[in-house]
């Protein structure tokens, strides 16, 4: 489903341009419009077995959409999943509040019934996918906006993804959680029409034991892990130009897995975060967790060769990827497993970031103390509340706000703000002018600060996008009025 973008085949749809009329009323019957996304079953190969999963397609029918900056999503959804959708479009900051379901009062869009949609799209990689743990089903797809200086690059996107033949529904059970978030936001819930073999919960902490206050990672074993629908043995190979440049646009659609991206022979440079635009930095390798999306050049040498893109598991050695290559370069087979294992998510690179546009400089309005806990039963809370018992943060619109989120927890949580983007200005004691973001890695014992223009008004979630501590409670609302 998915393929890279060179710089040459960006899509000339009539229903992405600029200025384009609405399609009707948000609830419109399926025989209404032509569908320009559509929501629906798959079949994949993984581990050399069939998988069916979701899948969206768009324009031309590539995964997702891809659009020039000054255009706008003037089209409609078709949901022929068979099952509820609660779509969300990730980092679409120009998205008015009643264009995402992903809301308190969002509800779902009913098996064959079709939403319309007209908003401007926000520059930059992101990308859009199920508000519920349907998206472990990879019910997911990019949402790129190519920027109006961008250059004369390739582009080429990489979606990576954690897989297991159970179902999301089994893999909560084996957490031993409950799903408040369907309780409180939607009718039903997705993902019955995945079944496989069942996996035990883990054992030990070598293989993700979730254990109360004791820092670890990956609290679930996962069969797989994917990049552009395919595993490391079996990888996409894009073909790039000799003396090239590319422009990589990683996005992290894990449902709980965060990862270390690197490309072992080619120099890389940093240039944007989560679609917003930062001073170049460049790294060995770049910390990326659930949501967060990362921006590489890379240049590719006059003499050509094959050249791995590598996400490595954090906290283990698993690792997916795919392979840039010129014309006629024989692609060697990757092993799928590091000699050693990562680290463990952190803010040091983080640290090394600076916004090409921050905020403007000013004092905050209002400032608030974000609290992440963990209870019993796999409960995860924001201030000592799971959704649906949480006290929302009352703003007015305009206001400079800023949040500081405390992590006593033994996990590491992206948390991800809707309808805005943020800036990290503070990690521990130290201020600076990081970058402009919408999820953010809070780690264990580290207090996190980002500031706020709270410039949208609505209804706005603030959660943790390891779905699996979403759904079980660790989600609370910004209300904007």
């Not at 009718?187 to 109360?212: C, I, K, V």
């Not at 690792?319 to 952190?346: E, K, Y």
């Not at 989120?405 to 992206?414: A, R, V």
């Amino acid at each position: 489903m998915m393929r890279y973008v060179s710089r040459r085949g960006f899509l000339q749809s009539a229903m992405l341009t600029a200025g384009a009329a609405a399609l009707g009323p948000r609830w419109v019957p399926a025989s209404a419009a032509s569908p320009m996304l559509t929501v629906d079953t798959r079949t994949i190969e993984v581990n050399k077995k069939a998988a069916k999963v979701f899948g969206i397609v768009g324009p031309g029918g590539r995964s997702g959409l891809v659009a020039r900056e000054g255009e706008h999503f003037a089209g409609s959804l078709l949901n022929s999943s068979g099952e509820h959708l609660q779509m969300h479009w990730h980092g679409q900051i120009r998205a008015p509040a009643d264009q995402d379901r992903a809301r308190p009062d969002g509800g779902a869009l009913a098996a064959g019934q079709m939403d319309a949609f007209e908003f401007a799209l926000t520059p930059g990689t992101h990308w859009m996918h199920s508000h519920t743990i349907s998206e472990q089903l990879l019910l997911a797809a990019p949402m790129v906006t190519r920027e109006k200086d961008a250059g004369d690059v390739q582009d080429v996107i990489v979606m990576l993804h954690d897989f297991a033949f159970r179902s999301p529904q089994e893999i909560l059970a084996e957490l031993g959680g409950t799903n408040v978030h369907v309780r409180h936001s939607m009718p039903g819930g997705m993902g019955s029409m995945h079944r496989g073999h069942r996996m035990g919960s883990m054992t030990d902490m070598a293989q993700g034991e979730h254990m109360m206050g004791r820092a670890h990672a990956n609290d679930i074993r996962y069969d797989a892990y994917l990049a552009n629908d395919r595993t490391l043995d079996d990888p996409e190979v894009v073909q790039v130009e000799k003396g090239g440049r590319v422009r990589l646009r990683v996005i992290n659609g894990g449902t709980a897995t965060a990862f270390f991206l690197s490309t072992p022979s080619l120099r890389s440079t940093c240039i944007a975060v989560d679609g917003s635009p930062c001073e170049p930095v460049a790294a060995q390798s770049y910390p990326l967790a659930q949501g967060q999306r990362i921006d590489l050049l890379l240049d590719i040498p006059p003499t050509g060769g094959a050249f791995p893109v590598l996400a490595q598991v954090e906290a283990a050695h698993s690792v997916t990827g795919i392979v840039l290559a010129t014309p006629g370069v024989p692609v060697r087979r990757l092993a799928t497993s590091a000699n050693q294992a990562q680290g463990m998510l952190g803010l040091t690179f983080e640290a090394t970031l600076r916004a090409r546009a921050p905020l403007a400089d000013r004092r905050p309005d209002n400032t608030f103390m974000i609290m992440l806990g963990e209870e019993p039963g796999y409960r995860w809370t924001i201030n000592g509340a799971v959704h649906g018992e949480h006290r929302p943060f009352e703003v007015l619109q305009g206001q400079r706000i800023e949040m500081t989120l405390m992590n006593p927890t033994g996990m590491m949580h992206p948390m991800h703000l809707h309808g805005h983007h943020f800036q990290v200005v503070g990690i521990g004691g130290r201020r600076w002018s990081g970058p402009v973001r919408d999820t953010v890695i809070v780690p264990a014992h580290t207090p996190v600060t980002v500031a706020i223009d709270a410039n949208q008004k609505g209804s706005w979630f603030l959660h943790c996008h390891h779905l699996y501590h979403m759904a079980t409670g660790m989600m609370t609302e910004l209300r904007v009025s």
